[in-house]
């Protein structure tokens, strides 16, 4: 997790108190919260996680308005591919999007030619218990099937399309189609510099799913949901899951997300990875790689 550990421990348990009988929470059972609960956990809510999850809602409430435009309500299913986007996707199904979120990282170490035939088999058991399958894109003709990752250069989001586009997977159906969610928040991409966001792997760490390289197929049971990843099984970083989408359900409910630029996670980048003191420490590490 990017925000200091030891700094907000006791942040995380005073919230287990207040949310941990909830179970799973959804906006609904947010919304119902006590006022006093509710803003006791606003109050003790770091303010970098609480703009993310704000900034998280403003980058979901983008994507549908232009897939809403583009294609039409209902007429389009969400596949987000890997870490990068799978919170704000998740963001998304609470929008009433159809959404599925797949396991699927790393494609730019690899090539997709190299995958054997028992892991192909397993990733299509399991996209198929998703409701994505060569029968349901036929079946579905009028709804455009998009998929969508954070592209850098592009390569991982193609080699997926690539990988499902296979005969012996989804096939080469016209209703599938890749998308940079670079392209589609377009304007806002830029202003509200979720280049730095994505590069630095904010949305990252509150990831529905974990990490699936192209090698590891036959685990995409293991790292298909939160309640199973590793990197959810300690208590902080369950916590700060937890804690996070309580924001992101708050804001959704508050419709409050608007116009939130998340400054202090800027602030916080800047100190630890892009000052000249970063970059000098940085290149001390890669020196000592390369020479011990």
């Known amino acids: 997790m990017s925000l200091n550990v030891q700094k907000i421990q006791p942040i995380i348990s005073d919230c287990h108190k207040r949310l941990n009988n909830i179970g799973q929470i959804t906006p609904e059972k947010v919304e119902k919260l006590p006022e006093i609960v509710k803003q006791s956990i606003r109050e003790c809510t770091p303010a970098r996680l609480k703009e993310l999850a704000r900034v998280n809602c403003f980058a979901a409430n983008e994507i549908k308005s232009e897939l809403d435009k583009k294609y039409g309500e209902g007429n389009y299913i969400l596949i987000a591919i890997g870490r990068s986007i ?4 998740e963001t998304l199904g609470q929008m009433g999007i159809n ?3 797949i396991p699927l990282s790393g494609l730019r170490r690899g090539e997709v030619e190299s995958i054997n035939e028992e892991s192909l088999n397993m990733y299509r058991t399991f996209l198929a218990q998703k409701g994505l399958s060569k ?3 036929k079946k579905n003709k009028d709804k455009t099937y998009i998929l969508m990752d954070y592209a850098h250069y592009g390569r991982s989001l193609y080699s ?3 990988l499902l586009k296979k005969d012996e997977m989804l096939g080469d159906a016209e209703n599938l189609v890749a998308m ?3 392209d589609v928040l377009g304007d806002s991409y830029v202003n509200k510099r979720f280049n730095t966001l994505f590069e630095y792997s904010r949305f ?4 529905y799913v974990g990490k699936l390289d192209i090698s590891q197929l036959q685990n995409v049971y293991s790292q298909c949901s939160p309640e199973r990843i590793p990197e959810y099984q300690g208590n902080i970083t369950k ?3 937890k804690l996070f989408w309580f924001n992101v359900f708050d804001s959704l409910v508050q419709k409050d997300y608007t116009d939130t630029v998340p400054n202090r996670e800027f602030r916080a980048i800047y100190k630890h990875y892009l000052s000249p003191e970063a970059s ?3 290149i001390k590490r890669e020196y000592k790689k390369m020479h011990f």
Request: aromatic share 8%; glycine share 4%; charged share 30%.
């Open 239 to 241: 916590g700060l899951r």
């Open 99 to 101: 959404v599925k979120i």
């Open 204 to 207: 990252k760490d509150y990831s």
């Open 280 to 282: 000098r420490n940085y």
């Open 180 to 182: 940079p969610v670079n």
């Open 160 to 162: 997926a399309e690539k």
């Open 86 to 89: 799978s919170s704000i996707a």
């Open 135 to 137: 029968s349901d894109l």
